[in-house]
């Protein structure tokens, strides 16, 4: 049987949250280099903002690492999906006329539309790139692994 509950937070964001309990922090977590990841040159057409954007707004935390870049580019293109998506399901309606005598259906874009959301919603929630995933977070310490010395030496960074 899988572990239940939520999934555990990484170390870093744990960190970042302020996180002052020794037996919650697991100081012998792998570490990623934080290198920002590359964009990728064969992005799909119109991811290129999302990834700019996600770049730009959580690129100085300190969280990202050259690792996630896989989920960034699986955000990004799936932002781009979406939108096509919404806007085709927007221009065509919600109902559309059936292939058997003309009757009304739903639109299949619906469902497209619906997927691409929730898998954008879901891939936004492991970068920390919604407002309940950031909740908590402080800006990063100076230097790499400052937040992490001063915790253990005992003094106090806000």
């Known amino acids: 049987m899988g572990r239940r509950g939520p999934r555990p937070a990484p170390t870093a964001l744990k960190l970042l949250r302020g996180e002052r309990r020794p037996s919650r922090v697991n100081y012998r977590a792998p570490k990623p280099l934080h290198n920002l990841p590359a964009k990728p040159v064969d992005l799909a057409t119109g991811a290129e903002a999302t990834w700019d954007l996600v770049i730009a707004e959580l690129g100085h935390t300190g969280v990202l690492a050259a690792i996630d870049g896989l989920v960034l580019r699986l955000l990004a293109e799936a932002d781009a999906r979406y939108k096509a998506s919404a806007t085709a399901l927007a221009a065509s309606g919600p ?3 059936g292939a058997r005598q003309g009757e009304l259906i739903k639109n299949p874009l619906h469902q497209i539309v619906r997927d691409n959301a929730t898998l954008l919603l879901m891939l936004a929630r492991e970068l920390g790139a919604t407002p309940s ?19 253990l030496s005992g003094k106090r960074i806000a």
């Not at 995933?133 to 915790?151: I, Q």
Request: proline residues 9%.
């Open 95 to 97: 109902l559309i006329r």
């Open 133 to 151: 995933a950031r909740a908590g977070l402080r800006a990063p310490a100076s230097e790499p692994g400052a937040k992490l010395a001063a915790f």
